[in-house]
Structure formats: C-alpha cells, structure tokens
C-alpha cells in the first residue's frame, strides 16, 4: 500500500487511531453513529464498525440515555459538552470517565458531535505511562457518496482525530526520505513542508541518543532489522531545528505496496508536556 496515496494513509491513521484507549466516535444530527474506534469492542463488547450506521439510543439503552440525553441536545445546539460518568462494561468492570461531546458546526449548522469517552481512573492512577485525554474525531461519510468521497471524507476524519490528540505524524518513503508531515510535526522538528519534503527523516526528526551508526542506514531497512510495529512505544527526546528538546512517545509502522513489500514508513508521536497538562486538567474535573 503507497503511503503517498490516499488509501494508504487512510490506513495508517486509521490503525493510530484505534491504538487510542479512549473511545472514540461521531455521532450525526439524526443520532446514528458515523465512526467508531476500537476501544469500543475493549470497553462495551461492541464491534465498532457494526455500530455504524445504529442510533445512539440502541447503543446505550433506555436508562444510560435517559441521563445523557440533555448532554446530547445541548452538544447538538451548539455547546461543548465536559461531564462524568459511569461506564458499565462486560463482566460487571466500572469505568469511572470524563465525557467529551464536541459540536460539529458546518456553515454555521451543528451537523452531528464528536463523543469521546477517557477512564480518568487510569489517568489519576498513572504515573509513568501515558493515559491521553482524548479529543474530537470529526468524521462524516455518507453511505450515497463515492467511494472516492468516502475516501476522501476518511483520511480528513482520521486526520482530524490524529490533530485533536495533538499527535504529530511523519511519512517517508522506501528510502527514508519525508513525503508528509502534519502541524504538530512542523512545531517539534521545526521543519516546514516546503523543506521536510524529500529530506531524510533522520535529518528532519532528529533525537537524542541516536547511534551514530544508524544515521549511515535506511530508516526503514532499521525498522525491518529491529521488527519496529505500531504496538512497540518508543520515549525519546525530539531535538528540533532551533535547539528546542520536547520529550515525546512515538510509534512507528512500515507501509506496503501492492507486491507485499514494505515501501516506506509512517509514525505518530505525542508531545509528552502536554499530554501531562491534560493529565492535570482532568485530575481538577
């Protein structure tokens, strides 16, 4: 799978995403779900891709959207959503979480919500791991569109879910060389597109402790000797062009062509600063 094609980045963020252990999902204004992430099948025993398309009520049952209906319509008139909750789940397990319902405003019409769900009793409870306060995932793909629009509305969703987390992204080819990068990217490596674009990703995401040895090597021919994948956290400290060191948690993926064969790279990594910011925050809600 080309990571310089839609579909091929489609599939990476998707994967990202799904590794969130919050719970993710979009909701339209008729209440039926759009997207949903695999927390979903952790938490509620659900599969999340046959959620869509089934309505908010179905998922929750009478009583459990009884309490979070008032939360739902004002999500839907327009205001942003923070509340505390229960979560049963399968085998009597309780997860005491902070609610997120976020508006979708298209042209000034609310068009659906953003819902994310995240245990605040890990978060209060960690103290080296990384127990993210999740935010929005805006995704909306009609079942009449295209497959090309669909696509198109899927890469954008996911994207959007990758910037709500405040997660940076890094794409590279089969040589290692940056073929995209998102926001966060640029603010931590302190490259611009214009210039990433083509460089080697040891040159535009540089570390510490980084062994000499490997900046001799392909990135990716590494990732295949080291047996890198997505589940395999790394915690480094990103040096940027201006000096600037964040301390960050990545993950990285090898991408596929249609042969079989890995043809680059894709990596996610979040700012470890903030995510303790949201940490804190959600010890005060």
Request: hydrophobic content about 45%; some cysteine.
């Amino acid at each position: 799978m080309d990571p310089l094609k839609p579909e091929g980045t489609a599939h990476i963020l998707r994967l990202m995403v799904d590794q969130v252990p919050s719970m993710l999902a979009y909701w339209g204004a008729d209440l039926r779900c759009r997207f949903a992430n695999h927390a979903f099948a952790v938490w509620l025993g659900v599969d999340p891709n046959a959620l869509v398309g089934q309505t908010i009520q179905s998922l929750l049952g009478h009583k459990v959207f009884a309490v979070n209906e008032p939360y739902i319509r004002a999500a839907l008139g327009g205001q942003l959503q923070c509340f505390e909750l229960d979560v049963p789940g399968p085998g009597g397990v309780r997860r005491h979480s902070l609610a997120h319902y976020i508006p979708d405003t298209v042209d000034g019409q609310v068009v659906g919500f953003t819902a994310q769900i995240t245990d605040v009793g890990l978060l209060k409870q960690a103290q080296d791991g990384l127990r993210a306060t999740v935010t929005a995932l805006k995704a909306e793909i009609s079942q009449r569109r295209s497959a090309e629009q669909a696509l198109g509305d899927a890469r954008q969703g996911l994207a959007l879910a990758l910037a709500s987390i405040e997660a940076g992204f890094i794409s590279a080819d089969r040589q290692g060389r940056v073929t995209s990068l998102n926001s966060v990217a640029q603010e931590v490596t302190g490259w611009a597109p214009a210039e990433a674009l083509g460089q080697s990703l040891w040159r535009v995401f540089e570390r510490e402790d980084r062994p000499q040895s490997m900046l001799e090597q392909n990135p990716v021919d590494v990732m295949l000797a080291q047996g890198t994948t997505a589940q395999i956290v790394h915690r480094v400290v990103a040096i940027g062009r201006g000096g600037r060191r964040t301390a960050i948690e990545t993950r990285a993926a090898l991408t596929y062509g249609q042969d079989g064969k890995p043809d680059g790279l894709a990596m996610v990594f979040r700012d470890m600063t903030r995510l303790h910011a949201a940490e804190a925050d959600s010890r005060r809600l």
